[in-house]
């Protein structure tokens, strides 16, 4: 959705569209919010996107110095790479390594860490992977193509309350040498979820 | 703080109506204080206009997915977190 405020009669709108258009107008009328606001807020979701995440990724594969701020405080380390996450919401970036592989998920609603990654994706929203992802962390990972053996913990992370939750997966074989430009082109979105991990260049 | 890190603690099943941010299968379950996340405005009182003030202690607490669900399939190990607010929990 973009903020604009004329109509689309050639679109017909959905229910939930022409709800979210009446309560925008109301609070915009009683003064509590205004157009420019509105716009200024879209526009800021509109630039995040799983590219920072990946990026924050790469510079953590390449330089543990910055990986070790990274875990310690996710907000200050992004500003480094001119990613601003700041705002009221807190982040925890949890480490995968060959014995521990993190999952995240939102039981309650669609908790995400929105100013890093963006929008999350619709099967994340989904009744489905919510209610799944808790007690089959597995068998959802499973249907990602993504089989975690059995000698690996899997520590599911529910973002119940004023954390989010970011993995950092572990660098793939096969990426000696390569620019931290080339890594990050490995991490995609859902690795950043811990619904799959980054693939080695031979197989992405 | 009334918890610190390694306490066995359980999730109290408060039959508190509306806006909570504890989930309810985690409710009467016992699990472990993995770390203090701090102390934030209550979300329970900013979901209906106020201001959430004095702020509530947050714990990241553990619990073991094989005591959770009986018919759990992953490894022995598996854990899920949650982060639930301190007058949630009780000591075990």
Redo the contacts between chains.
Sequence with gaps: MTGHDHPHPELPASPYAVRIRAIEQLLIERGVLTRAEVRAQISYMEARSPENGARLVARAWVDEGFKARLLEDTKKAALELGIDATGPV?FLVVENTPQVHNLIVC??CSCYPRAILGRPPDWYKSLDYRSRA??????VMREFGFEVP??????????????RYMVLPMRPEGTKGMSETGLAGLVRRDDLIGATIPLSPAKA | MRFSPGESVVVLDLKRPGHVRTPSYLRGRSGRVDRILGEFRDPEDLAYGGDGLPEKPLYRVAFEQRELWPDYGGASGDLLYADIYEDWLERT
């Design positions: 807190e039981t309650l808790v007690r089959e962390p597995r068998a059995e000698d690996i913990e899997v520590r599911v992370h529910d973002s119940t309350a004023d954390l």
